[in-house]
Structure formats: structure tokens, C-alpha cells
């Protein structure tokens, strides 16, 4: 009996042992190994975000005014909105109607719009004449020579999408979360007629020299054209060279990859969801290239480039690009060819635009190494330079940085902003055909700006956050965005798993900066006061 008595007291003193040790060895190892846990807010009403503590903010469900608050963290108000008791069935709906995507900038005045009304609708009157007199020419043309012309007719429009896009842009983004307009015009962008295609001004201004000498040509790698639609709207249209699962191999440089037209479609998709909102609307559309390029062309240069395949496909390439390699040809089957159309942004000459290189921009040759790859402390430098010293532009930088490393882009060697807005203006994040080559390999580097620097908007980290979580789940929400689209599917299913794998990556780096220099110092405040409440899925600006 006794040594029964022993067996239990040398049990309990082991399980007491056992416990402390768990509880005092273990556990604090787990809590710093995994400090992303998921955090209980202290009251139903408010909500003391601690960025370093908790995976995702538990955010009332009803709740919509955000208040600035210090930089350790983000005070949040629960105010009361009639839903209707409605029950989600859309993630993405329902991403866009959580109170992080429902915080309006101030309404923006005079000087914060791009382009006024009168001054915008001058200047599309005066296209609207321009090409007018065109086509009377070109009529006048056909009743000489007795020949064939399709001639376009345009009226003019106050009320088309693309004009009203133009008109929104302001200081913030290039559109707000909740305009219906955006969704009017990439139904027009997909289904207007094309009455004019073009090379490109950058295509333009080579006039077809090319030096084959050099590793990274002037015009990049891809075929681009600028179309114009029946409502004279105008859209870039990059085609289809290579099939979805198909990725880029391990050999080849960033600068001679292919360029896709669904990571263009994906930018834009993956931009909005970030609420970044700084890439022109996308679509993707299927052309035919006889009727809507070839026969709509007044380009003789555009015209030559045109030949029938050994396989009777219509086929036309770069003019610079087919002295080099006439592999570079893209082709129809046999006529019909997807690609991706991008809204044009307001011509220069009422919105002027400038281009910056990138402070991580990359060496563009075979060997060489910017200072960014060999200086850890480079963002030091950079942030004593204007006009990285003050105001948004660093972080804007990094929300760039951080939409790259999603997409797998390392090609971001410039961006450009509207002179008008100066240095308050936000980078467009434009050219995104380079991303989504790879999903299997996360390229790091990409994320310099943010692993040097340290600093992240709150607003940009709490959404991540959300991003992360299973309700929010940013492969799936993608996924639902990007199957809206006529050529869904857009991307494959290891390219949309990557996206979370990704966004791991990102919060990790957060996580380090953190835990290394503070969150006041590596947070930065950026929320203004929500002046509305909100009551579905639409959003705010």
C-alpha cells in the first residue's frame, strides 16, 4: 500500500515538474517563435490594435469610424449600421464592406482633382474634330481611287465611361472603392468596337531602329498597341505570348522574360484588393487581329508587319523587334488572339506625367550590382534625399514594393507620378506584364525597400492582416475577383497559392522590423477619420 502511496506522490511531483516546465520553458519559447497569435480585444466597442501581438485585428463587425490614434496603435469605434442582417456570400463582397476598406479621404477640392470637367471635355471635343476631318479625308480618298475603306464613324459623348474615369482621378487614386463607374468601363474597354489601332508612342518614337547588340531593348520585350474604341476611348493592348502554366525558366533574366497579359489582368485585381487602387483598369478581351488591327490601322509601318503563318494563322510583330528575332511574332488562330486591354490615363498634354527611376532599381545587365544589393544600410542614404525625406513618398515606394514581390515582379526600374499633384502625388503602378512568371520562387529581393527600411503604413499592414485570415483569405479573394473577368481563368492555382505564401513572407519581415526597432518606429499612422457610415458591400473612398 505504501509504495502505492509512492508511485502516486513521485507521479504527481513529476506532472507538477512537467507543468512548470511548460509553462515557464516552453510556452514563452512558442509565443516568441509565433508571435502572430490571435489576440481577444478587451471591449465589444473598442479596440486597442497591438500590430506587434496579434495576427489580425478582431474588428467589431459593425463598426466604421477610425480615429487616429499614437503609433503603438490604432484606436477603433464601434458605430452601429443597419445591415439588414445579411449573410455574406461573396468573400470579396464582404472584404469590401469591412470597416478597413470603408475610411474615406477627404473630399477632394479643386486642386486635388487631375483634370477639370470643362478643361477635360475641351480637349475631348477637340479629338472628336480632329478625327472628323480624318475621316472626311480618308472618304474623299476612297471616292478618288475607287477603292475599299472601312471609315468610323465616332459621335461624341459627355456621358462615356472613360471620360468619367479621367475625371475622378485625383490625389488619393485613380478612382474610388465605391464608383460604379470603374465597372462600366471595363464592360466598354471589352466591348466596344475598335475603330483605330496604333503602335505605342514608345514604339514610335524608336521608328523601327533597333540595336541587337544590346541586352535590354529601348521599347522592352513586348508588343504593345494603343487601340481606339467606338466612344473614343483608348485602351493599350498587350497580346498573349505564352500559355498560363507556363513558367519562366530559372535561367532567365528579369529583363529578357516575356511579358504576360493576364499579370497585367491580375495587377489590376490584386491593386484594388490592396486598396491601393493605382493601377488603370484592366480587361481582358479577345481581338481579331484582321478586323480589328489590320483593317483599322493607318499605320503603314503597322500594315507591313502583317503575314500568314505556315499554319494559316494572321501573325504581326515589332518592326525593331523582328530584325533581331522573328520569333518575336505574335499570331492569331487564325485570327482571334486574347490579350490585355489597360485604360489609357489623360493625354500629357492635360495631365502631364513624370517618370523617376526607382531608388532599387536593378542593374540591367548580365554582371553588374546597384548599391542597394551590396549596402544594408542603403535606405539610410535614401532617406536623407528629397524627395524621400518627407511625406508619403518613401511609403508609397513600399506599398509598391510590397504589390512586386506579390506578383513576382522585378522589372519596376522607374514609376511615374502626375506633375500636378507634386510631391504629394502617389507612384501609378503601371507595366505590371512582368509579374506572375514564376510561382515557385519568391524572389526576396524584391522586398528591399521594406527589409531596409523598416516602415509600413498601418493602414497597408492592417489589411495584409486581414488578408492572412481564413475569412479574408487573399488566394481566395483573388480567385473570386479574378473569375469576373472574360478570360478567366486568369491565373493558374499555384500562382494564386503563392499570393499567400507571399503575403506570409511580408508579415514576417514586418514582424522582424518590429521586434527589432519598435512598432512606433516601423508603424506609420497614415488613417483619416471616416466621415460616413457605412451600410453594404460598396465601400468608400
Known amino acids: 500500500m505504501w ?39 478587451p471591449a465589444a466597442g473598442v479596440a486597442n490594435i497591438s500590430l506587434g501581438d496579434s495576427e489580425v485585428p478582431q474588428w467589431p463587425p ?7 490614434g499614437s503609433a503603438g496603435g490604432l484606436g477603433v469605434t464601434a458605430v452601429p449600421v443597419e445591415t439588414g442582417g445579411k449573410t455574406w456570400g461573396s468573400k470579396l463582397e464582404k472584404l469590401f464592406a469591412h470597416p478597413l476598406y470603408n475610411i474615406r479621404s477627404p473630399d477632394p477640392g479643386p486642386e486635388e482633382v487631375l483634370v477639370q470637367p470643362e478643361e477635360l471635355m475641351g480637349y475631348y471635343k477637340r479629338k472628336v474634330s480632329r478625327w472628323e476631318r480624318h475621316q472626311k479625308f480618308y472618304k474623299d480618298v476612297v471616292a478618288a481611287t475607287n477603292i475599299s475603306l472601312p471609315i468610323q464613324e465616332i459621335t461624341f459623348d459627355p456621358e462615356v465611361s472613360w471620360l468619367k474615369f479621367h475625371m475622378r482621378i485625383n490625389k488619393y487614386a485613380l478612382y474610388t472603392r465605391d464608383d460604379p463607374n470603374i465597372k462600366r468601363l471595363l464592360q466598354d474597354m471589352l466591348n466596344a468596337k475598335v475603330v483605330n489601332a496604333d503602335y505605342t508612342q514608345d514604339e514610335k518614337a524608336l521608328k523601327g531602329a533597333c540595336d541587337c547588340s544590346q541586352v535590354v531593348k529601348p521599347s522592352g520585350h513586348h508588343l504593345k498597341l494603343a487601340l481606339k474604341l467606338k466612344d473614343f476611348g483608348k485602351a493599350m493592348f498587350k497580346p498573349m505570348r505564352q ?30 484588393i490592396l486598396d491601393f487602387r493605382r493601377v488603370p483598369p484592366v480587361v481582358g478581351r479577345l481581338i481579331n487581329v484582321t478586323r480589328d488591327i489590320l483593317f483599322t490601322t493607318h499605320n503603314d509601318d503597322l500594315r507591313s508587319v502583317f503575314f500568314t503563318s505556315p499554319a494559316n494563322n494572321t501573325c504581326f510583330f515589332a518592326k525593331c523587334l523582328y530584325v533581331c528575332k522573328t520569333e518575336y511574332a505574335v499570331c492569331g488562330n487564325p485570327d482571334m488572339l486574347e490579350g490585355s486591354l489597360s485604360a489609357y490615363l489623360p493625354g500629357l498634354s492635360i495631365a502631364p506625367r513624370i517618370s523617376i527611376p526607382n531608388p532599387w532599381i536593378r542593374s540591367y545587365t548580365f554582371t553588374g550590382r546597384e548599391e542597394w544589393e551590396v549596402n544594408p544600410f542603403y535606405c539610410d542614404t535614401i532617406k536623407q534625399l528629397y524627395p524621400y525625406n518627407s511625406g508619403n513618398r518613401l511609403l508609397n515606394i513600399i506599398d509598391m514594393a510590397i504589390l512586386d514581390f506579390l506578383t513576382g515582379n522585378m522589372d519596376r526600374h522607374h514609376y511615374e507620378i502626375f506633375t500636378k499633384f507634386g510631391d504629394d502625388g502617389f507612384p501609378l503602378h503601371i507595366d505590371n506584364a512582368r509579374g506572375f512568371g514564376r510561382h515557385s520562387h519568391d524572389e526576396m529581393s524584391i522586398l528591399a525597400p521594406l527589409t531596409q527600411c523598416c516602415i509600413i503604413k498601418m493602414s497597408t499592414l492592417l489589411r495584409l492582416k486581414l488578408l492572412s485570415e481564413e475569412e479574408f483569405r487573399l488566394s481566395d479573394v483573388m480567385r ?11 491565373l493558374t492555382e499555384p500562382h494564386l497559392l503563392a499570393l499567400d505564401r507571399r503575403l506570409q513572407r511580408v508579415l514576417r519581415v514586418v514582424h522582424k522590423c518590429v521586434k527589432k526597432l519598435g512598432e512606433p518606429q516601423v508603424v506609420a499612422v497614415d488613417f483619416v477619420e471616416s466621415r460616413r457610415t457605412t451600410t453594404g458591400p460598396a465601400g468608400g473612398r
Open 243 to 272: 500559355e498560363r502554366d507556363q513558367e519562366t525558366p530559372q535561367d532567365f533574366f528579369y529583363f529578357v522574360d516575356f511579358q504576360r497579359h493576364n499579370a497585367e489582368i491580375a495587377a489590376f485585381h490584386l491593386d484594388r
Open 3 to 41: 509504495m502505492r502511496r509512492d508511485r502516486l506522490l513521485v507521479t504527481l511531483t513529476l506532472a507538477a515538474v512537467f507543468s512548470a516546465d511548460v509553462y515557464f520553458v516552453l510556452l514563452p519559447k512558442l509565443r516568441e517563435k509565433y508571435p502572430w497569435d490571435r489576440c481577444t480585444c
Open 62 to 68: 459593425n463598426s466604421s469610424t477610425v480615429t487616429r
Open 480 to 490: 473570386e475577383s479574378l473569375g469576373r473577368d472574360a478570360l478567366r481563368p486568369i
